[in-house]
């Protein structure tokens, strides 16, 4: 497939980054999936800031000094001049500056593969994706938790009936990042940026996400519990969650950076009338099968039992890891096929099928300032997505 793509399309697709600069770990992250399949290229870029940090990362990157710019503005206008422009941009900078760069992006005719949070409001979650709706371009949201192979299998299983009727569903991302002690990125927590939702921003979200994205139901109202366990941050570290979701089922999320020890902490559980499923990051490989009246099962990556769309996101046989890069890569895969598809005259619906977009920036948003509101009314607040 990815042959016939290229073969037809003629190049591989050519990519930007803004932000993501030497030091920065999510940037070097996006540079090891987005070669993984050799499916683009990175060309161009503004990775940061500071004059020379920027230089340097791009001649770590081979990226030519005349394709290096200064910000995202100078980005567009340079590439937008050029016969050879990019097809699509990273947006890796922090959650307060997406949204001008992803609307300026979307304005000038490119397409957008954001880091999450989308941004850090979700009023200007709601402003990128209509600048989405506008523009005609496509956003994909790196929530690169989606990519797990067995966590695509958990939902093809819901999705076919597996589970029944889906009742409970718990998630969570307890982190002990900040627990013993304030080490980089101490913006999601002293306030200067995203004020007192940016960690939950950070981190809830993936847990939201994955509890979403598992089940395919929607979070429609939330009653939250915040707090600040370590009393000298200015944002809230941990929050506990009960959720209502439509077609009836209810919820818990927890998410915290106090979860002192917690090598990563993500996990979903699913429950439906017929059985359930568990998948813990730290097994990644493995998925829980609980069927009512029968024997547990543990479901192994490419082993028996894996469904289509695990094998699909599966790149080497079972006993063999794949892990948290190529879960990223595989986001990176399936949006280059779509734009591929798309631009061969193809549809492009079944790649963009299992990517997050615009629409799941919005709603997890939602659900986190629906929490602070709950918390503060002490009540539980629909969800306004």
């Given at each position: 497939m990815t042959a016939t793509f290229l073969e037809r399309f003629g190049r591989r697709l050519r990519v930007a980054m803004v932000g993501g600069g030497i030091g920065s770990y999510i940037g070097e992250t996006h540079a090891i999936a987005l070669r993984a399949d050799g499916l683009w290229d990175l060309v161009a870029g503004s990775f940061s800031r500071n004059p020379e940090t920027n230089a340097a990362t791009a001649r770590s990157w081979l990226v030519p000094a005349e394709r290096t710019y200064a910000d995202h503005r100078a980005l567009i206008a340079g590439e937008?001049?050029?016969?050879?422009?990019?097809?699509?941009?990273?947006?890796?900078?922090?959650?307060?500056?997406?949204?001008?760069?992803?609307?300026?992006?979307?304005?000038?005719?490119?397409?957008?593969?954001?880091?999450?949070?989308?941004?850090?409001?979700?009023?200007?979650?709601?402003?990128?994706?209509?600048?989405?709706?506008?523009?005609?371009?496509?956003?994909?949201?790196?929530?690169?938790?989606?990519?797990?192979?067995?966590?695509?299998?958990?939902?093809?299983?819901?999705?076919?009936?597996?589970?029944?009727?889906?009742?409970?569903?718990?998630?969570?991302?307890?982190?002990?990042?900040?627990?013993?002690?304030?080490?980089?990125?101490?913006?999601?927590?002293?306030?200067?940026?995203?004020?007192?939702?940016?960690?939950?921003?950070?981190?809830?979200?993936?847990?939201?996400?994955?509890?979403?994205?598992?089940?395919?139901?929607?979070?429609?109202?939330?009653?939250?519990?915040?707090?600040?366990?370590?009393?000298?941050?200015?944002?809230?570290?941990?929050?506990?969650?009960?959720?209502?979701?439509?077609?009836?089922?209810?919820?818990r999320c927890w998410s915290t950076s106090q979860a002192a020890g917690a090598t990563h902490g993500l996990a979903v559980t699913v429950y439906g009338d017929r059985g359930s499923l568990a998948w813990d990051h730290d097994t990644s490989e493995t998925l829980w099968w609980r069927a009512d009246g029968e024997p547990d099962r543990l479901l192994t990556k490419a082993g028996p039992g894996a469904s289509p769309a695990a094998l699909a996101a599966a790149r080497f046989t079972a006993g063999h890891p794949d892990g948290y890069a190529l879960a990223f890569a595989n986001l990176y895969r399936d949006f280059a096929h779509a734009l591929l598809a798309e631009a061969i005259g193809e549809d492009p619906a079944p790649y963009l099928a299992d990517l997050p977009d615009a629409g799941d920036g919005v709603r997890t948003l939602s659900v986190v300032e629906a929490a602070v509101a709950s918390d503060a009314a002490g009540s539980t607040v629909t969800v306004d997505a």
């Amino acid at each position: 497939m990815t042959a016939t793509f290229l073969e037809r399309f003629g190049r591989r697709l050519r990519v930007a980054m803004v932000g993501g600069g030497i030091g920065s770990y999510i940037g070097e992250t996006h540079a090891i999936a987005l070669r993984a399949d050799g499916l683009w290229d990175l060309v161009a870029g503004s990775f940061s800031r500071n004059p020379e940090t920027n230089a340097a990362t791009a001649r770590s990157w081979l990226v030519p000094a005349e394709r290096t710019y200064a910000d995202h503005r100078a980005l567009i206008a340079g590439e937008a001049a050029r016969a050879d422009r990019v097809d699509a941009v990273i947006v890796a900078t922090r959650p307060s500056s997406h949204a001008e760069i992803a609307c300026d992006l979307l304005a000038a005719g490119f397409h957008v593969i954001s880091e999450k949070p989308l941004t850090d409001t979700a009023a200007d979650a709601r402003r990128v994706a209509a600048a989405v709706a506008e523009s005609g371009r496509r956003l994909m949201l790196t929530h690169c938790y989606s990519g797990y192979p067995m966590v695509r299998q958990a939902r093809e299983m819901v999705a076919r009936g597996d589970l029944g009727r889906i009742t409970l569903v718990e998630s969570r991302f307890a982190s002990g990042m900040y627990a013993a002690s304030t080490p980089p990125g101490a913006w999601r927590v002293d306030g200067t940026e995203g004020g007192v939702t940016a960690l939950i921003a950070d981190l809830g979200t993936h847990a939201l996400h994955l509890a979403e994205f598992v089940t395919g139901r929607r979070i429609t109202a939330v009653g939250a519990e915040l707090a600040r366990v370590d009393p000298e941050h200015v944002a809230f570290d941990n929050a506990h969650l009960t959720l209502r979701f439509d077609g009836g089922a209810r919820g818990r999320c927890w998410s915290t950076s106090q979860a002192a020890g917690a090598t990563h902490g993500l996990a979903v559980t699913v429950y439906g009338d017929r059985g359930s499923l568990a998948w813990d990051h730290d097994t990644s490989e493995t998925l829980w099968w609980r069927a009512d009246g029968e024997p547990d099962r543990l479901l192994t990556k490419a082993g028996p039992g894996a469904s289509p769309a695990a094998l699909a996101a599966a790149r080497f046989t079972a006993g063999h890891p794949d892990g948290y890069a190529l879960a990223f890569a595989n986001l990176y895969r399936d949006f280059a096929h779509a734009l591929l598809a798309e631009a061969i005259g193809e549809d492009p619906a079944p790649y963009l099928a299992d990517l997050p977009d615009a629409g799941d920036g919005v709603r997890t948003l939602s659900v986190v300032e629906a929490a602070v509101a709950s918390d503060a009314a002490g009540s539980t607040v629909t969800v306004d997505a």
